[in-house]
C-alpha cells in the first residue's frame, strides 16, 4: 500500500539520549517534511525537504536535524533528547513544495523522561 | 505575526449539521486547507479553496472569503464517525502552511 511509514510508532527514552525517527514514503514525492502535535498548539514544522539533497529550517528546529540522502527517506534526530521534546511527532510529504496538500505518516509518540 | 483562528471544541448531534469557522491573518494567501484528525491518527486532507465561494464534496463543503480572512467548514447529515479534530491551514506567500490548533467536534446521538 503506497504512503508513508513512520517508526517506531511509540517510544519512551531518557534525557540526554540520542534518537532518530525513520520516516520512508513510496509516492515519489518531491517535498517531506517533519511536524510536532501538542496538545492545544497547531502542527508546527519542526524541518522540511523540497527535493532530495536539501533541507530546511521550519518555526521550530533546535535540537533536531534532518537528512534527506535520497527521494523517500527522510529521517528526524534528536541529538540529545529533552523533556520538552516530548510530543507526537508527524512525517508528511507533498508531490511538490507549494502546494497544502499533505500526506501524512502515522505519527511517533515519543516520551521523553 | 501569522495567526489562524478556530473555536477549541464544538457539540453537534448525529442527523445535523455543523458548521466550522476559521479565520486567519497570514502574510499572503495561496490557499486554506481542512483537515480530518480522528484521535490518535493522522491528518487527512478534506478540501482545498483558494477562490472566493463554496466547494461541495458529498457532505462535506467548504467556503472561502479572502477579503474577510474567513473561511468554514460545513457538515451535513452528521455521522458518528465524524467525530474528529478539524484542521484549518493557510498556506502563506513562502508556501508555508500556517496551522490552525483544531476544531474538536463531538457527536451526540
Known amino acids: 500500500i503506497a504512503g508513508i511509514t513512520q517508526a517506531p510508532t511509540s517510544q519512551i527514552l531518557a534525557a540526554g539520549r540520542r534518537m532518530t525517527l525513520r520516516c520512508t514514503q513510496d509516492?515519489?514525492?518531491?517535498?517531506m517534511y517533519w511536524y510536532r502535535q501538542d496538545l492545544g498548539l497547531g502542527l508546527r514544522l519542526i524541518h522540511y525537504s523540497n527535493t532530495a539533497g536539501t533541507t530546511g529550517k521550519g518555526e521550530v528546529p533546535d535540537g533536531y536535524s534532518v537528512s534527506r540522502a535520497n527521494t523517500d527517506d527522510f529521517p528526524l534526530t534528536l541529538a540529545s533528547a529533552v523533556p520538552s521534546q516530548t510530543s507526537v511527532y508527524f512525517c508528511?510529504?507533498?508531490?511538490?513544495?507549494?502546494?497544502?496538500?499533505?500526506?501524512f505518516g502515522e505519527g511517533s509518540r515519543l516520551t521523553v523522561l | 505575526g501569522q495567526n489562524i483562528d478556530q473555536p477549541t471544541e464544538m457539540t453537534a448531534t448525529e442527523g445535523a449539521i455543523v458548521q466550522i469557522n476559521c479565520t486567519y491573518q497570514?502574510?499572503?494567501?495561496?490557499?486554506l486547507f481542512w483537515y480530518q484528525q480522528h484521535a490518535g491518527e493522522a491528518p487527512t486532507f478534506l478540501s482545498y479553496?483558494?477562490l472566493d465561494g463554496l466547494e461541495e464534496k458529498g457532505r462535506f463543503s467548504s467556503f472561502l472569503s479572502r477579503s474577510k480572512g474567513y473561511s468554514y467548514l460545513l457538515l451535513k447529515e452528521l455521522q458518528m464517525k465524524d467525530s474528529a479534530s478539524y484542521l484549518c491551514?493557510?498556506?502563506?506567500?513562502?508556501?508555508?502552511?500556517?496551522w490552525g490548533a483544531g476544531t474538536k467536534l463531538i457527536i451526540k446521538p
Open positions: 497570514t502574510s499572503g494567501f495561496n490557499g
Open positions: 509516492m515519489r514525492h518531491n517535498a
Open positions: 491551514a493557510v498556506l502563506d506567500s513562502n508556501y508555508q502552511l500556517i
Open positions: 479553496n483558494v
Open positions: 508528511a510529504s507533498s508531490g511538490t513544495s507549494d502546494t497544502g496538500e499533505l500526506f
